[in-house]
């Protein structure tokens, strides 16, 4: 891509956002329905390396909230994402991890990432996570969700935080509800909303 | 004195844990996130880690679903 056909994809954006994103490095744990939107939300803000992990394959019942369409069916995750962000901006740098993420193999699969996103489903993974995270680099944030099931109570959605963890979500509201796609993309793309203020804090 | 999510007040003991302030809240759910003045405290330690006082203690409940 030319530059200016990178200055045209982010005419819109924020004055000094795409220029600062652009150096920014974030991980992303999990690429189900937090964390496909939370990647395709950053790429079109302009982040520059995304940092994918994810070990699972598309299947139909995902595409009730997920980034992902019916071509995909059957391909993994990271894969299937990878086409669709490069398909908004082609010079998005992004490091992918077909990999089952366990407290093992997290710290190395992002120790270049400024930021984590944690977008797991189970909410046991996600606390080994957060604790794994913090242990690892408690300089780096980590913002996650907790929360995110059912549809509408929009308003008691919020961000929670404590030191370099964020939370978004109201905690409580648990997947037997079901999951809806208006409120898991409310969700993720509060996670995007805090990731990208904390990167221009960051500046 | 301890505030916990910026709104409940629980007295200071000397000795006390991140187990005694959650015994003390009736926390008796298992999927949750505590930090300590900003610091995360893993789980297996919760019955040792000191809670020194004036401490800002925020407890997040993890749900299911992504």
């Known amino acids: 891509m030319t530059d200016a056909s990178d200055a ?44 994918l992990a994810d070990d699972d394959h598309v299947a139909l019942p995902d595409l009730n909230r997920q980034y992902y369409f019916q071509t995909d069916v059957g391909r993994h995750k990271v894969e299937a994402l990878s ?15 077909l990999v089952r993420l366990t407290p093992e193999t ?7 990432a400024e930021l984590l996103i944690e977008a797991f489903d189970q909410a046991e993974s996600k606390q080994w996570l957060i604790e794994t995270w913090c ?43 079901g999951l809806c796609s208006a409120r898991v993309a409310i969700v993720a793309n509060m996670q995007a909303n805090v990731a990208i203020e904390l990167l221009m804090e960051a500046t | 004195m301890l505030t916990i999510n910026d709104r409940d007040r629980v007295d200071w003991k000397p000795g006390m844990t991140v187990r005694d ?46």
């Open chain 1, 8 to 51: 045209q994809l982010f005419a819109r954006n924020v004055p000094g956002l795409t220029q600062r994103l652009q150096r920014a490095v974030v991980g992303i744990a999990g690429l189900g329905g937090l964390g496909s939107n939370v990647a395709v939300a950053l790429t079109r803000a302009g982040v520059g390396t995304l940092i």
């Open chain 1, 83 to 97: 086409a669709h962000l490069r398909a908004i901006n082609p010079d998005l740098r992004i490091v992918s991890h």
């Open chain 1, 106 to 112: 997290i710290t190395g699969s992002f120790a270049a």
């Open chain 1, 135 to 177: 242990r690892s680099y408690p300089r780096r944030p980590i913002v996650c969700a907790s929360g995110l099931a059912g549809y509408g109570k929009t308003d008691q959605l919020r961000v929670r935080s404590a030191g370099r963890l964020y939370l978004c979500g109201d905690e409580e509201s648990d997947q037997h509800l």
């Open chain 2, 21 to 66: 302030v959650l015994d003390a809240m009736g926390y008796s759910y298992p999927l949750i996130t505590v930090s300590v003045n900003g610091q995360v405290v893993d789980r297996e330690e919760y019955d040792h880690f000191p809670v020194p006082d004036g401490a800002q203690i925020s407890v997040f409940h993890l749900a299911h679903g992504g």
